[in-house]
T-cell receptor, first 113, second 113 residues
Framework: NAGVTQTPKFQVLKTGQSMTLQCAQDMNHEYMSWYRQDPGMGLRLIHYSVGAGITDQGEVPNGYNVSRSTTEDFPLRLLSAAPSQTSVYFC????????????FGAGTRLSVL | GQQLNQSPQSMFIQEGEDVSMNCTSSSIFNTWLWYKQDPGEGPVLLIALYKAGELTSNGRLTAQFGITRKDSFLNISASIPSDVGIYFCAGPINTGTASKLTFGTGTRLQVTL
């Protein structure tokens, strides 16, 4: 029962470096999304996808890129990391495009120095 | 963006006590979801509510969909140490082509022995 798998679990970057946060799900879910969690801010939606080849912006998309070439994978790219992107990132998937019930990965803890 | 306001922000209770928390919005929701996040993990769905006035239980947890459709409540009876975590309310916002899930800022629960 893998569910939603995120890698890496922890990452430290220097300002200006780029990296990709990986997310994979084995539940054949069409809907996938990325959130960031900051203290006192709850979970904020970065980008989401309703199916392969389709992505859209969420509440806080600046500084992040996504693509969805397969149903299973939804990577999140930071092209030039900034300290403001220090956060915990969660990927989630859902069997319904109405996004009512989502299943979350365990998160990636990112620090940008 | 759409805001869900949760209260209280944090609670410190003794084992065995009952807990009540709520979530309010300025807009109507057709679905209310309650998630729990254990320390170091991603959120996990506790209860989903789909009808105004609906009262749903999951073990010691009971949640209600407010009749105005602008609020929801979560109660935990006879708390135990494993209830520690952050509790989030969430609701889908229809974007036309899909829905996006918006989260409250969370209620952090601490249980002392």
């Amino acid at each position: 029962n893998a569910g939603v798998t995120q890698t890496p679990k922890f990452q430290v970057l220097k300002t200006g470096q780029s990296m990709t946060l990986q997310c994979a799900q084995d539940m054949n879910h069409e809907y996938m999304s990325w959130y960031r969690q900051d203290p006192g801010m709850g979970l904020r939606l970065i980008h989401y996808s309703v199916g392969a080849g389709i992505t859209d912006q969420g509440e806080v998309p600046n500084g992040y890129n996504v693509s969805r070439s397969t149903t299973e994978d939804f990577p999140l790219r930071l092209l030039s990391a900034a300290p403001s992107q220090t956060s915990v990132y969660f990927c989630a998937s859902s069997y319904s495009i109405s996004a009512g019930i989502q299943y979350f990965g365990a998160g990636t803890r990112l620090s940008v120095l | 963006g759409q805001q869900l306001n949760q209260s209280p922000q944090s609670m410190f209770i003794q084992e065995g006590e009952d807990v009540s928390m709520n979530c309010t919005s300025s807009s109507i929701f057709n679905t209310w979801l309650w998630y729990k996040q254990d320390p170091g993990e991603g959120p996990v769905l506790l209860i989903a509510l789909y009808k105004a006035g609906e009262l749903t239980s999951n073990g010691r947890l009971t949640a209600q969909f407010g009749i105005t459709r602008k609020d929801s409540f979560l109660n935990i009876s006879a708390s135990i140490p494993s209830d520690v975590g952050i509790y989030f309310c969430a609701g889908p916002i229809n974007t036309g082509t899909a829905s996006k899930l918006t989260f409250g800022t969370g209620t952090r629960l601490q249980v002392t022995l």
